[in-house]
């Protein structure tokens, strides 16, 4: 580690990077942070994200990563012995994994969004996270999505605990129920009080302050 160059071109504030940072910290990455500029992007970010010109991009010795689904899959491959497991090692289990890592990400993360900035789909929102809940009941597992450690599915689940309190005060989100979803509301309190979420990633407050401001700027460009 003490010769790799390991650099995260993000934004704070974006649930994507919040991924990535998360990813990093579990596999106690050294790493540098490069702030981008959302309202201006820089060449070092179009220089390595061509296609999307999005961030994260995760830079390992000068090679650019992009899209955080394969910026986490790649940190957790290429330093497979550090940190805890992003993914499990059996197929089938790391298969499930990223089954409802990719359930979160397009229902109750899309469908949050939806919500939030086109003020359609809480229905929807409801029921995805009622069939987490029932996923959660028939694993029996806590306290996060795969036992006692973070996983894949808690990573992607990460901005939606952080950001749940504000989305709910500034953007007109509803979240289910203590009664009709404890084990989601519990796993989401769990990833939020995680001692690497909460010294790494922007506290519930920041995010609300920023939401607060940043509401109408965000919802003119969806």
Known sequence: ????????????????SMRAMLALELKSIP????EQDVRSKGELLLRSNPVHKKVPVLIHNGRPIAESSVI?????????????????????????????????????????ANVVFRATGQEDFLASCGILEEE??????????GGAKLGLV??????TA???????E??????????????????????????????SLPSPDKLRDFFA?????????S
Request: net charge neutral; aromatic share 12%; with cysteine.
């Open 170 to 199: 500034v953007g007109g989100l509803r979240l289910p129920s203590r009664d009709a979803c404890p084990r989601f509301l519990a796993l989401l309190d769990a990833i939020r009080e995680h001692p690497l979420v909460r010294s």
């Open 72 to 112: 986490i899959e790649y940190i957790d491959e290429q330093w497979r012995d550090h940190g805890d497991e992003i993914l499990p090692r059996d197929p089938y289990a790391r298969a499930q994994e990223r089954f409802w890592a990719d359930f979160v990400e397009r229902k109750i993360f899309a469908e949050s």
């Open 154 to 159: 808690d990573i992607v689940l990460v901005s």
């Open 31 to 34: 790493y540098e942070r490069v």
């Open 136 to 145: 959660l009941r028939k694993s029996n597992r806590a306290p996060y999505f």
């Open 213 to 221: 401001t940043a509401m109408p700027w965000i919802k003119s460009l």
């Open 1 to 16: 580690m003490a010769d790799e160059s390991v650099k995260l071109l993000c934004v704070w504030s974006s649930p994507y």
């Open 162 to 168: 952080l950001c749940s309190k504000s989305l709910v």
